[in-house]
C-alpha cells in the first residue's frame, strides 16, 4: 500500500465515522437524551450535567471539555486565562489530507479554543492555584509548540508566585503536524517541573480519559500527587500498538486508572464528584 492509498483509505474511515455520527445526531434530533457509550442507557441530558457528566447508572465518566473541567474544579468566577495572546503557527507548512492551518482553523471552530489547553490562575475551596487544563476535542489534546510553551509558562508564573501547580491532561500524545519541534515540548516541560521541585513547589497532576504519549512521558506524570480520573485510559503506546509487538493479549483493565493504581503508577484514582475535595484536602494539608 502506498502512503497516498494509506491517506485515502484513512480519509474514507473519518467520513463514514461521520456519517454515522450524523445519523445518531438525526435520530435523536431533540437533543434531550444522551446514549451512554458503556451501559447503553438512555439518560435525560440534563441529569447528566447535572451529574457531572457521570451516567447515573454505571458510573461511566463522559469524557469533557477543558471549559467544562474549569467550571467543575475551580470556585465560581475566580478562574483567570493566561497567555491567550501565544497562538499556533504552521511552522512547516505541513500538508497531509488537508494542511495544518486548516486543521487548527477547523479545531478553533469545533472548540472556541485557540489551542489544546486553558492554562490560568484560579481558586480551590479558597486556596489559590496556577493551572493548564488539556482539552481532547481540540486536535485531540494533542501537544504542539504552543500547549508545549503555555504550559512551561504557566510553570514559571506558579514558580514566581510561589503557587501550587496542578494540571490536568486529555490528550493522545505530541502532534504529528509539528514533527521534531513538537516532541521537543517533552523536555521543555520536564525541564519546567524540575525547576518547580528544586523549589520545592507542589505539583499535582490529575490524568483523565485518556492520557497517552508525549504527555504521559513527560509534566503528564511528574508530580508530587498523580490522581487518576475513575476509568480513564492512561498509557504511552496504545493498546493494539503493545499487543501487537508483545505478540500476547493484554488484560482488559490495562491502562485504566485503576490498573495503574494497582501497580503504584498514580496515587489516588478518584470519581469526579470527589476529585475537586480531594484536591481542596491535598492543599489542605500541604498548607498552600
Aim: one cysteine or more; proline letters at 2%.
Amino acid at each position: 500500500m502506498t502512503i497516498q492509498e494509506w491517506f485515502d483509505k484513512r480519509k474514507q474511515a473519518q467520513i463514514e465515522r461521520r456519517a454515522k455520527d450524523m445519523k445518531g445526531i438525526e435520530d435523536n434530533a431533540s437533543g434531550l437524551w444522551v446514549k451512554c457509550v458503556h451501559c447503553d442507557s438512555q439518560i435525560l441530558k440534563s441529569e447528566l450535567e447535572e451529574n457531572l457528566m457521570v451516567c447515573p447508572h454505571c458510573d461511566y465518566h463522559f469524557r469533557i471539555n477543558a471549559k467544562t473541567r474549569i467550571s467543575q474544579l475551580f470556585d465560581k468566577g475566580s478562574f483567570e486565562e493566561l497567555f491567550k495572546n501565544v497562538l499556533p503557527t504552521d511552522p512547516l507548512n505541513f500538508v497531509d489530507t488537508e494542511s495544518y492551518a486548516d486543521r487548527l482553523k477547523k479545531a478553533h471552530e469545533k472548540t472556541g479554543l485557540d489551542e489544546a489547553v486553558i492554562t490560568g490562575l484560579g481558586k480551590i475551596e479558597g486556596h489559590s492555584v496556577a493551572a493548564a487544563i488539556m482539552d481532547f476535542d481540540y486536535m485531540g489534546g494533542s501537544m504542539g509548540s504552543v500547549v508545549g510553551e503555555h504550559v512551561t509558562r504557566m510553570m514559571a508564573k506558579a514558580l514566581a508566585l510561589k503557587l501550587p501547580m496542578i494540571a490536568v491532561t486529555s490528550s493522545g500524545g505530541a502532534r504529528m503536524q509539528e514533527s521534531a519541534l513538537s516532541l521537543m515540548q517533552m523536555a521543555k516541560t520536564s525541564c519546567a517541573v524540575g525547576r518547580l521541585d528544586e523549589a520545592g513547589i507542589l505539583y499535582i497532576n490529575i490524568l483523565t480519559e485518556p492520557t497517552f504519549g508525549g504527555i504521559t512521558a513527560s509534566f503528564g506524570t511528574l508530580g508530587d500527587i498523580i490522581i487518576a480520573e475513575q476509568g480513564a485510559r492512561i498509557g504511552f503506546a496504545g493498546r493494539r500498538v503493545i499487543e501487537q509487538t508483545i505478540r500476547q493479549k493484554l488484560p482488559s483493565d490495562f491502562q485504566t486508572a485503576e490498573y495503574l493504581l494497582k501497580y503504584g503508577q498514580v496515587d489516588i484514582v478518584s470519581k469526579r464528584k470527589n476529585l475537586r475535595k480531594t484536591l481542596a484536602n491535598i492543599l489542605d494539608m500541604h498548607g498552600v
